[in-house]
């Protein structure tokens, strides 16, 4: 159970002020201008007069760390045996050789994998010194996860995971988060933090104009507050470094060209140098002093940007501390130059290696004596730039193919969680011995399951669902999501199997086929999925319907069988279903002949499992509508739509292109960066675009269904963007999601360039005005933008053919076909209640949640004599519209001893609900309605 435990406001020493500092405010003050800094080139000369520490002595802290990217240029394993298993053995020696040194590390995806290599006696090393607080495990998480298209279900998935995997093997729960190299940074991310126990951040990659203003204002620590949140209970102190990069030149102040000469993996003679020119120099007892005063300059200078005379500064770079050479002759210096400034008290500073706790203690304590508050502050840091007109706004689509099997991964994964869970629950209930069936795998499953969450949440790191990895990484990437998506369904198959059963007796599992089958087949990693066509006869052929939303919601279904003869009864009474059957296309232009597409409309409960009948026979007079619009090729499509006001909104669909800029030398779109040209957007021939408006009860009936295929793999450096133009008076401002969690408004700025004023979507936009809203609502992660009063456009694919000098060294041509699915709502102003609400609607919350979590449909084998399946009912209720269910998840026993590669189950799952209303997760018993037989269903799980 994530546990949200809010600390009041009187508990900590620092002081809350009763108003916010808002980030869009501050990007309407700032001109972001670039003007030459200086030694600190983006930002200005600080100076001191030496007297600042007399009365309070700089306290002063070494951080090492070593960034470990699960893939980006090598892939995870790759990387793991070539650098980072080395890196940690290491660490178990250099640690233990000297008390005083210290370290850092994050990522627990390859810190498990490591611990699994190493014998008992390292483990009790590793476990002395976190113990003694020489080795500090920062964030917990599976990854140090991408802040901008991640899903907050995944981020959460990884963290849980992260966090579970420690409290198993060390006991421990991480204190403070560690997230350097994230492409920008989002307080959703933060809420889940603080909700998982965290108190303290640190981040890095933020606007260097943000950066200069905060240093200028002093305000690079900051209490960060959610911005629906009028409390401080969401509060948590973050540290924004002040410089370009978290690399040594960049850390200990701001002159690099004289912090690069204390990174002493940089000696003369190494492999890595400084590319100023002035190499570092081993410290002796000859230059100590002019060393410890060049470096003591810098310290002071960067602690005059803060507001505590307590300073963090990192030491590491990305897998760094691979040579245990590079150990000792960076603590050794380092210890050195420690040494001579507490032989010299007349310096005012104490040095040492510390880790994050060691650095916020201190802080808190200085804070707290001083009477010194921390400002407030509301938004998210994105757009990042690092330099220049360089926005960071192109992996908000890269690769946009292996974006949306993330999310397939995400829901098939959520959905086998939650069937499992209850699988296990029903058995523990039915069965005598209250232990699981004996005929059910549950032990395998659960394997199955582990892997599933932890591919999900290796893609959640930076360098994977953002797209930005090389080709073979992707692929490997790819890989690892597509055999999840395959295993997991094994699992949810057998699940419902069990779960559906009239009789449980008759179950049996066969590993090599399931007694149910999905109606889609995935082929490959970078194939898209492929309705399986159902052989239908005069015997009725039976369709499982899975519903994993929390809600009664009607949904239309759509299988593909082999006659126009369908007809759709309900299994249980016989009775016939409302259902459409029209022309399967097998290309653009073509219609198959022996493939048809039957729409039928089905009601499900909250976590139901419907069975349907299908059969050939008369046709039945119960239709569904669903007007179909397949639009070939087409650059715009205009639609027209009534709202219930009786107001027309006119709604236009244009496809662009946006190409890159053409000078010799000018840098050009890559990966990361978008860099228009300055001609912007051309019309050209858009993809294939198919609009669905159902005629159905429920959220479905009133939404357009907008799918499109899109293939650019002709292209040239070119990117297709899908652009809304509506009759929406919404000025320069418009709402965008943080991870599918909250909606953060945007204001399109025409001080900044066309690239700085795109935005991540993960599953939600929307423009409003006092008597309308237009809300596009997604299915995957893309950019997505407002450049003009009525307009939205998302960023669809993009084609590349060069590096963005960003370390990736390559271009972005490995696209696929690739698969779009998007829902648009437009309300009337009844449903808006004026131009200052600021989050979705009801009904778009509702359809979001059924688009990221669509109904999973299985069929039955074509048999009379197979067992008799019912409808599997697990609450009778829907649960309150405001209430949603993140998951039903199972954990593993560490109380039952277990002999290698027995796993036992512990049937106590994370049972969490999360609060539109109250924005928080709340505990699942206590606030839903759950009927008296519901209850001890759960309370067996």
């Not at 990522?107 to 590793?126: G, L």
């Not at 690079?220 to 978290?246: A, G, K, N, V």
Request: aromatic share 10%; proline share 6%.
């Amino acid at each position: 159970m994530l546990k949200l435990l809010f600390p009041d406001a009187n508990s900590r020493n620092v002081k809350y002020r009763l108003s916010a500092l808002q980030l869009l405010d501050v990007y309407d003050l700032l001109p972001f201008d670039n003007p030459d800094g200086g030694a600190w080139k983006q930002g200005f000369e600080i100076g001191y007069r030496g007297d600042e520490w007399d009365e309070q002595p700089l306290e002063l802290f070494l951080v090492p760390h070593s960034h470990n990217d699960p893939g980006w240029l090598k892939t995870f394993d790759g990387y793991y045996q070539d650098q980072t298993r080395h890196i940690l053995d290491n660490m178990l020696q250099k640690l233990s050789q000297d008390h005083r040194r210290k370290m850092v590390w994050a990522e627990i995806s390859y810190f498990s994998k490591w611990w699994n290599d190493i014998d008992d006696q390292k483990r009790a090393t590793v476990k002395r010194l976190v113990g003694a607080g020489q080795l500090e495990l920062v964030t917990g998480g599976w990854v140090m996860a991408d802040e901008a298209n991640s899903h907050y279900f995944a981020l959460l998935d990884q963290l849980m995971e992260g966090h579970q995997w420690l409290h198993r093997h060390l006991g421990v729960t991480p204190s403070s988060g560690w997230a350097i190299d994230p492409f920008g940074h989002s307080p959703s991310m933060t809420y889940l933090l603080k909700g998982a126990g965290l108190q303290n951040m640190v981040i890095q990659r933020v606007h260097y104009a943000v950066k200069k203003h905060f240093a200028r204002q002093q305000t690079l620590e900051f209490l960060w507050r959610q911005t629906w949140d009028s409390s401080p209970r969401s509060d948590i102190t973050c540290h924004m470094m002040p410089f370009y990069s978290y690399d040594v030149p960049h850390t200990c102040g701001p002159n690099p060209a004289v912090c690069c000469q204390f990174d002493f993996h940089r000696l003369p003679g190494r492999r890595v140098f400084c590319p100023w020119r002035v190499p570092p120099q081993p410290i002796t007892d000859q230059n100590v002093q002019e060393r410890a005063l060049l470096l003591l300059d810098q310290y002071r200078q960067k602690s005059q940007l803060f507001r505590s005379p307590v300073l963090l500064v990192p030491l590491g770079d990305d897998f760094r501390f691979v040579e245990t050479s590079e150990w000792d002759v960076q603590f050794t210096n380092y210890q050195k130059l420690f040494d001579y400034f507490e032989q010299h008290p007349e310096l005012h500073i104490k040095a040492r290696f510390g880790t994050l706790s060691d650095y916020f203690q201190a802080l808190h304590r200085r804070l707290g004596a001083a009477g010194t508050s921390l400002p407030t502050l509301r938004g998210d840091f994105f757009t990042y730039a690092d330099r220049d007109d360089h926005y960071w706004s192109g992996f908000f689509t890269s690769r946009p193919f292996y974006k949306r099997l993330d999310r397939t991964l995400e829901a098939t994964l959520r959905a086998t969680e939650i069937l499992f869970s209850l699988t296990l629950a029903e058995m523990r209930r039915f069965g005598a011995d209250g232990r699981p069936d004996a005929r059910f795998p549950a032990r395998d499953h659960f394997r199955r399951l582990t892997v599933g969450r932890r591919n999900l949440g290796l893609f959640q790191h930076h360098d994977a669902v953002t797209g930005t990895g090389r080709d073979p990484v992707v692929v490997d990437y790819g890989t690892r999501l597509f055999h999840s998506i395959l295993n997991l369904r094994q699992v949810l198959q057998s699940s419902a199997h069990w779960l559906l059963l009239l009789d449980k007796s008759q179950y049996h599992h066969d590993q090599s086929k399931s007694f149910l089958q999905m109606d889609e087949v995935m082929s490959a990693q970078d194939a898209l999925p492929q309705k399986t066509m159902l052989e239908l006869s005069d015997e009725p052929r039976s369709l499982i319907v899975f519903n994993p939303t929390e809600q009664l919601q009607t949904s239309v279904i759509s299988v593909t069988v082999d006659s126009p003869d369908a007809h759709v009864v309900d299994a249980e009474t016989g009775r016939p279903m409302a259902a459409q059957i029209s022309a399967a296309w097998v290309e653009p232009s073509q219609v198959s002949t022996e493939m048809f597409q039957v729409r039928m409309s089905s009601s499900m409960g909250l976590l139901i499992g419907s069975v349907i009948g299908l059969l050939i026979g008369s046709v039945i007079g119960l239709l569904i509508h669903v007007a179909v619009a397949l639009l070939r090729g087409r650059t715009s499509s205009s639609v027209k739509l009534r709202l219930p006001s009786g107001r027309l909104q006119q709604l236009q669909v244009q496809f662009l292109w946006y190409g890159t800029r053409t000078g010799t030398n000018q840098e050009k779109s890559g990966a990361y960066l978008f860099l228009p040209g300055e001609d912007g957007p051309q019309v050209s021939p858009g993809p294939q675009d198919l609009c669905l408006l159902h005629s159905a009860p429920g959220h479905a009936g009133k939404s357009l269904e907008i799918s499109n295929m899109v293939d650019i793999r002709s292209e040239v450096n070119r990117e297709l963007v899908m652009r809304f133009v509506s009759d929406v008076a919404n000025g320069n401002r418009f709402y965008s999601d943080l991870n599918g969690f909250q909606m953060q408004q945007r204001r399109t700025l025409l001080k900044l360039p066309l690239q700085a004023n795109f935005y991540p979507m993960t599953s939600a936009a929307f423009l409003q005005d006092s008597g309308s809203r237009l809300t596009l609502l997604s299915a995957q992660s893309q950019a997505v933008a407002s450049l003009r009063p009525g307009e939205l456009e998302v960023v669809l694919d993009r084609r590349l053919q060069q590096d963005d000098n960003r370390g990736l060294g390559q271009g972005i041509t490995d696209n696929k076909l690739t698969a779009n699915s998007f829902m648009g709502s437009p309300v009337s102003p009844i449903e808006v209640g004026g131009a200052t609400v600021e989050h979705l609607s009801l009904l778009a919350h509702l359809t979001s949640l059924s688009l990221s979590h669509p109904p999973i449909t299985m069929v039955a084998p074509s048999d009379s004599q197979l067992p008799k399946l019912r409808p599997f009912l697990p609450l009778r209720l829907s649960l309150p519209c405001d209430i949603h269910l993140l998951n039903l998840r199972t954990l593993e026993d560490t109380q039952v001893r277990s002999t290698p590669g027995d796993t036992p189950l512990k049937h106590l799952s994370d049972v969490s609900c999360w609060s539109w209303t109250t924005g928080r997760v709340i505990d699942f018993l206590q606030h839903c309605p759950i009927k008296r037989s519901d209850e001890e269903t759960f309370n067996k799980i």
